[in-house]
């Protein structure tokens, strides 16, 4: 993580650690139909949401850290039950 400092006149900031601007989700995923989905019959995938948000509260999934333009997660279903993908 980045660390950033402010200069303000004549003084140099203390250095602060940068917080994170997004946070990593590591779902089940099937663009087929979610009774495959809750049947097991998915793969694993990483998708991210901004900073704070979480499975149960995000607006959009995102394919990349980005988290803006075109780069939104693929459409289909999302569990968040990542240990029984693929079983």
């Not at 303000?8 to 995923?29: D, R």
């Not at 998708?47 to 939104?72: D, E, H, I, R």
């Amino acid at each position: 993580m980045a660390n950033f400092r402010q200069q303000t006149n004549s003084a140099l900031g203390t250095s602060t650690v940068c917080s994170a601007c997004f946070t990593t989700l590591f779902l089940c995923f099937s663009s087929v139909s979610a009774n495959e989905l809750c049947c097991g019959i998915s793969s694993n995938t990483t998708v991210y949401v901004p900073s704070g948000q979480t499975f149960q509260n995000a607006t959009n999934l995102y394919a990349t850290t980005s988290l803006s333009g075109g780069a939104l997660a693929a459409s289909g279903w999302y569990s968040d039950d990542a240990g029984s993908c693929g079983q």
